[in-house]
């Protein structure tokens, strides 16, 4: 990482917040802290296991898009220290487009978005096996 995608202080989530709060309605940020906070928190603690972006009680689908793509960013920068993390979108065969969060070499190379796409596509592919497997065995498929 260069000197211009650290922040001064070199605390670039605190940076990336507070410029996230001074850009974003009120109300939309509010709600992005409230996504977000346990994901951080769970970062300070370094605890492991699966932690999801979402709001108790509210579909996905009712948060909008520009919270939950920011509500990405603010993970990985809390996680990589990069405030150069952007968001592309990937179209693969199996399951159509997904988004990504990567970095800005990542996302302006085209061969590389690819290898991930393909990544992705392969991984959706093992996961059905798999979830085809557990089924057929009487396991559970929700895991």
Do not use: W
Request: hydrophobic share 40%; with cysteine.
């Amino acid at each position: 990482m260069d000197a211009s995608e650290q922040a001064p202080d070199d605390r670039p989530l605190d940076l990336y917040l507070e410029m996230l709060r001074l850009r974003m309605d009120p109300a939309d940020y509010a709600l992005l802290l409230r996504m977000v906070e346990p994901v951080l928190e769970a970062i300070r603690e370094e605890r492991v296991g699966a932690i999801e972006l979402c709001l108790d009680g509210e579909e996905p689908d009712s948060v909008p898009q520009e919270v939950r793509d920011e509500a990405s960013l603010v993970v990985a920068v809390a996680v990589t220290g990069r405030l150069d993390n952007r968001i592309v979108e990937l179209e693969t065969e199996e399951i159509g487009v997904v988004r990504v969060v990567t970095d800005s070499g990542t996302a302006d190379d085209p061969e590389r978005c690819k290898e991930i796409a393909d990544f992705i596509g392969e991984r959706h592919r093992q996961d059905e096996e798999l979830r085809g497997i557990a089924e057929v065995s009487g396991l559970p498929t929700d895991v």
